[in-house]
């Protein structure tokens, strides 16, 4: 069975430091790996992807992350936090095997400081 | 285009009530996905449906959870009777078919309190 962990349930950050979210996931193959953000009374909006390839994805608003094999993880990154991106950042893991079906993290809650 | 649209927004019923929510997908999405998200938790899938045909509800509380999509449009879950812990937000999403992987977007949600 797919599972994801994010070990950190907050993390605080000064604005325009940079950000590392963690994620590890739990899958026998290589799965399909995703990045949401959620703020405040909004549903989730996708940041970024990856199927297969370089290991290093591109998403929307500056953000970044790198799937490692080895270490079973998919790392969101951004060189400088902004304000606006203080929010809930989901990793979730999915497989065409389980029918589109996506398993989520159980969140980190990003905190921005001025 | 528009969105997925869900309601009501949110929700405040008594333990033992019944309540029911509403989403409309993105117009031509065959998938519809409603998902319960608890406080502190991620979301966790309760039913996927492909046009009017289920594909997954192994999740699904079935003793009190119900949800249909009868004409494979929109679609609504029906909890009867509430729990606390039903107290959560009810995610609906919605994705086309086909392909290797379909995007799956997401409504804002309908918060349920029970009390």
């Known amino acids: 069975a797919q599972s994801v962990t994010q070990p950190d349930i907050h993390i605080t950050v000064s604005e325009g430091a940079s950000l590392e979210l963690r994620c590890n996931y739990s899958y026998g193959a290589t799965p399909y790996l995703f990045w949401y953000v959620q703020s405040p009374g909004q549903g989730l909006q996708l940041l970024l992807k990856?199927?297969?390839?370089?290991?290093l994805v591109q998403g929307i608003k500056g953000f970044e992350a790198e799937f490692k094999r080895s270490q079973s993880s998919f790392n969101l990154r951004k060189p400088s936090v902004h304000w606006s991106d203080a929010a809930e950042y989901f990793c979730a893991v999915g497989a065409r095997e389980y029918g589109n079906k996506l398993v989520f993290g159980a969140g980190t809650i990003l905190r921005v400081k001025s | 285009e528009a969105g997925v649209a869900q309601s009501p927004r949110y929700k405040i019923i008594e333990k033992r009530q019944s309540v029911a929510f509403w989403c409309n997908p993105i117009?031509?999405?065959?998938?519809l996905y409603w998902y319960q998200q608890i406080l502190g938790q991620g979301p966790k899938l309760l039913i996927q449906f492909q046009n009017n045909g289920v594909v997954d509800d192994s999740q699904l509380p079935k003793d009190r959870f119900s949800a249909e999509r009868l004409k494979g449009v929109d679609s609504t879950l029906k909890i009867q009777p509430a729990k606390l812990e039903d107290s959560a937000v009810y995610l609906c999403a919605s994705s086309s078919a086909g392909g290797s992987w379909n995007e799956q977007f997401f409504g804002p949600g309908t918060r349920l309190t029970v009390l």
């Open positions: 117009s031509g999405h065959a998938t």
């Open positions: 990856y199927f297969s390839g370089d290991t």
